[in-house]
């Protein structure tokens, strides 16, 4: 046995001295034999075996999509039949021609429903009434019919008798207790849904099984509900379709509800729930079969929504289906799973077989071919023996020809090689030796030569880098690897620059390279200066650049190209920055009226007409700057700004073009659509509440309907329009602001408004009894009822406050009159009663606050409020102090008759107090206390 060798080696480091291991030249081509059938032979049995399967594949899902479908027909049957019952006989009650209130022909009726149908799978049908009563006819469990009857005179309870040949109730048969149907989900679900619907699944109040109800009212002409009636059907049938249904292909089947999981019916002859010791049932979901190939069939479903799949069990593979049915409120989910070895074990007893064949052919087919090569390949041995001596130094060996075929004209062929290689080698060892000496030398100087470029290169600001004429990186300095976020050169020498850090633009398309104006500067042989790019970091971020690329150019030709640059992204920020305060109001973020003049100016053009201009003034705005801080301001002009983003229309311009005005620019919109627009304005604006305001703004606008108009005149006419809008509405606007604040202080405190109601009461009867004018009256009442509107600025601790005040919070508490009167000098309305409110807790001996009024110095109503809010504060727990009795507090305001109240006002108080009601018995008082 020889051995021939060929040319390709496997190299392998033994002591120093290269060695090679090669392949012999008969083994390769037995080799190439080898692979080549076994190849042949894998891609047809592949194709053959993959077509097999395939169209086991398709039979098999075939086979389940049959019995998916016949499954769905029997279930579709019986419930399609229930509709259809229900969907008849309500007709019947609707129109009257059934009289349910007749014993005899309701009894007919039910009996004679269940006798059409008792082969459809109905268990019974039934009504049952508004009023609680339950009439119907059922199945019982020996096939026999039955009527059911619980009404008055049944006693609430369901009875149960059988029937008599003229299919009325015979003798009774059970007692099945209490039974109120109105209570039941089929009844309610009915009514719920107005309309024919399934209930959910339930336990039968009587029957040991699962049951599903399609329920539908029965209204009366009017609309008023009657009742409902209900054909009911047992679940436990179609357990036995389910088994008969896969028992020929050994497979299960599971009919669940597809929002809980819980059973309905299956073929493993598993309990569908199960009965706890309190009568009730607990439903068995598909988690709970402890099944591995319905666990792994829900999971996948779950996943990847497929109707039609394959599972891989422990022992076998299982074709799987999901099939949901439903119907009005049903909605269920089947499930089958078909064993894939009933329909493969054959196709892969085939394969087996053929393959065996088609391997002994093979063995055959290469012992043949051993025989063969052996014979031919003879020749080639010294050759190779040859060549192995020339390769070890023996460079006088030569090839020894015996033959004048191919294998003759190698051996003279390798000879005259080897005679050039012995003549050339000698003049080889003189030159390299030369050329040695010369490379070192060169050596040493491009390193030191590199050192200083490198030197240069890190001491720049500037991120700098190379590429060579295909776009790959050749050198970077430090300042580029810092800035794009890489740790050391390696990781970017060598890489396409244009796709590590300019493959996407800012707005996340991609950056083409055609667009890449590096490789633009690259292809036409020009500089180019780009600031309004990216770079992408190693991280996956970007940042704003500024670069520069000029071309390499060496003997006319560019070889690459040189790309320095730098971060600006804090020069953008800061840009843009300034932009936008340029052309927005800092407070609101809308556009500002340098902006809206601008875009008013260039978009008064004929194709935009009908051009329009909505003026808004907030109303209120002075008052929440000076009564609630500016703070609440602030937060009313955001609020209305926030307002008008909603309603208006993404291309309308917004602006703020004043302290409290704002102005918004529609483009082609006629009068209506306007109106519309300024319309939900005011209403969205009026819905928002601002700490105690409710929003309210002033609209009006103008449209230009022909190009001959000024646009000035148009805004003028927008703003006059506004204004006369502000004008007309300004008393309805006062009220309903003052309205709200004070809902929002009894709101916050509910003792605060009966206080008010309270004092308002008694500072009228006081008024009364000294004789004011209906003019001083009105003042009283309308004073009394605002005397503690300035508490709306206190903070809720303090307004609900249940313990002493501290001298922080008194300091607080005295500043509420002062903020009364501010508030209410806010609308011409309260004018009058301002200075009231402000003087209410004046004292007679002027010790009282905020002015330290005195005497006759004190308008008389402020007096009166005074001596009633006294009255109401001693009776009431309205702090850290009980309610004191009605004698007591007569008793406490005699003592400070002349301090802090005017004698005369006392005396009518007292007056009041002791010759009307006593307080005590008023339910106002009472509560109170």
């Known amino acids: 046995m020889f051995i021939v060798r060929w040319t390709v080696a496997i190299r392998c480091q033994s002591g120093g001295a290269m060695k090679e291991k090669a392949l012999p030249i008969r083994s390769i081509i037995i080799l190439i034999f080898l692979l080549l059938m076994t190849a042949t032979l894998a891609v047809l049995g592949f194709v053959v075996y993959s077509n097999w399967m395939s169209s086991t594949d398709d039979f098999i899902h075939e086979a389940q999509e049959n019995m998916s479908r016949e499954i769905l027909r029997q279930v579709d049957a019986i419930a399609s ?25 309701r009894e007919r009726f039910f009996v004679g429903v269940m006798q059409n149908h008792r082969d459809g799978g109905i268990y019974s049908f039934s009504f049952g009434g508004e009023n609680g009563t339950y009439y119907g006819a059922r199945l019982n469990g020996d096939g026999d019919l039955e009527i059911m009857k619980n009404d008055s005179t049944t006693g609430g309870q369901s009875w149960y008798y059988n029937v008599k040949d003229d299919s009325t109730a015979g003798d009774l048969v059970i007692q099945a207790g209490a039974f109120d149907p109105r209570t039941r989900d089929w009844y309610k679900t009915a009514v719920s849904a107005g309309r024919n619907v399934f209930s959910p699944v339930y336990k039968h109040f009587v029957m040991d099984d699962l049951a599903i109800s399609a329920a539908s009212p029965v209204y009366r002409a009017n609309g008023e509900l009657v009742g409902v009636i209900g054909t009911h059907t047992l679940l436990s049938s179609i357990d036995g379709q389910l088994k008969e249904a ?72 299982y074709h799987v289906a999901v099939v949901p049915y439903q119907l009005p409120g049903m909605d269920w989910l089947l499930v089958t799973a078909i064993p894939e070895r009933i329909f493969t074990a054959g196709v892969i007893d085939n394969f087996k077989w053929t393959l065996t064949l088609t391997v ?97 290169l890190d001491s720049a600001a500037e991120a700098i880098y190379g590429l060579d004429d295909r776009g790959r990186c050749t050198f970077c300095n430090a300042s580029c690897i810092r800035m794009l976020g890489y740790k050391e050169e390696s990781e970017l020498i060598g890489k396409n620059m244009h796709d590590m850090i300019h493959h996407t633009k800012k707005d996340g398309a991609p950056m083409p390279l055609h667009e890449c104006r590096i490789f633009q500067s690259f292809q ?98 002075k008052l929440a700057n000076d009564i609630f801080g500016h703070e609440m301001g602030d937060e009313l002009l955001r609020r209305v700004s926030d307002t008008l983003r909603q309603v208006c229309r993404e291309d309308d311009i917004i602006a703020r073009v004043g302290g409290d005005e704002f102005a918004i620019l529609l483009l082609k919109t006629g009068n209506a659509a306007t109106q519309t627009i300024a319309d939900r304005i005011s209403e969205a604006f009026a819905k928002e509440q601002i700490g105690a305001l409710r929003g309210s703004i002033a609209i009006g606008f103008a449209v230009k309907s022909s190009d001959s108009t000024s646009i000035q005149e148009i805004l003028a006419d927008a703003e006059g329009n506004m204004y006369r809008e502000k004008t007309l509405h300004r008393t309805n606007a006062n009220t309903a602001m003052l309205e709200g604040i004070v809902e929002t202080l009894h709101r916050r405190s509910p003792k605060e408004q009966r206080h008010a109601t309270a004092v308002r009461s008694l500072s009228e009867q006081i008024g009364k009894f000294l004789g004011l004018t209906e003019t001083k009256l009105r003042q009283a009442r309308d004073a009394a009822s605002l005397h503690d509107i300035g508490k709306v600025v206190l903070d809720d601790n303090i307004l609900n406050h249940e313990s002493i005040y501290t001298e922080t919070d008194r300091q607080e508490v005295r500043q509420h009159s002062m903020v009364g009167y501010r508030l209410l000098n806010s609308f011409d309305e309260t004018l009058d009663l301002a200075d009231l409110v402000l003087s209410h807790h004046e004292n007679w001996d002027g010790s009282g606050y905020p002015k330290g009024l005195k005497g006759l110095e004190i308008p008389l109503v402020s007096r009166i409020i005074a001596v009633a809010e ?36 006392v005396d009518a108080f007292l007056q009041v107090v002791g010759h009307g009601p006593n307080l005590m018995d008023l339910p106002q008082w009472e509560d109170r206390v």
């Open 246 to 317: 896969v028992r020929e292909e050994e497979g299960l089947a599971i009919l669940a509800e597809r929002s809980t999981g819980a059973l309905i019916a299956n073929s493993m002859e598993t309990p569908n729930y199960i009965k706890n010791a309190d009568k009730t049932i607990t439903r068995i979901k598909l988690t709970e079969l402890s099944n591995p190939i319905i666990e792994q069939s829900m999971a996948h479903y779950d996943a990847t929504g497929e109707e039609s799949f394959s599972i891989k069990g422990q022992s076998e593979s």
């Open 360 to 456: 002994l052919a093979l063995l055959i087919s290469f012992l043949i071919y051993l025989i063969t090569t052996r014979k031919y390949l003879l020749p080639l041995k010294d050759l190779l023996d040859t060549t192995r001596r020339l390769s070890r130094g023996e460079l006088n060996r030569r090839v020894t020809v015996k033959r004048n075929d191919e294998f003759g004209e190698i051996g003279l062929s390798f000879n005259a090689m080897a005679d050039t290689i012995q003549s050339m080698l000698g003049e080889l060892e003189e030159k390299v030796a030369e050329r040695t000496a010369d490379l070192e030398e060169t050596t040493r100087e491009l390193a030191a030569s590199r050192g200083d470029l490198r030197l240069i």
């Open 524 to 621: 036409v042989g020009e500089g180019t200066h780009v600031e309004d790019e990216i770079f992408w970091r190693a991280d996956g971020t970007s940042f704003d650049v500024e670069y520069y690329s000029y071309p390499q150019i060496k003997n006319g030709t560019i070889i690459g190209s040189v790309v320095t640059f730098s971060d600006i992204t804090e020069r953008k920020a800061a840009e843009a920055k300034i932009l936008h305060l340029t052309y927005h109001d800092l407070l609101t973020g809308l556009y500002n009226r340098n902006f809206f003049e601008e875009e008013l100016r260039r978009l008064d053009t004929e194709r935009n007409l009908p051009l329009s201009v909505i003026y808004g003034d907030v109303n209120g705005l």
């Open 81 to 105: 039949e229930a509709l259809h019952v229900n969907d008849v006989h309500q007709i019947l009650l609707l129109n009257g021609i059934v009289d349910l209130s007749d014993p005899m022909e």
């Open 870 to 905: 006294r009255y109401d504060s001693l009776r009431s727990s309205r702090n850290y102090r009980g309610a004191c009795s009605h004698e007591d507090s007569i008793e406490i305001i005699k003592r400070e008759a002349g301090t802090s109240f005017d004698p005369a006002v």
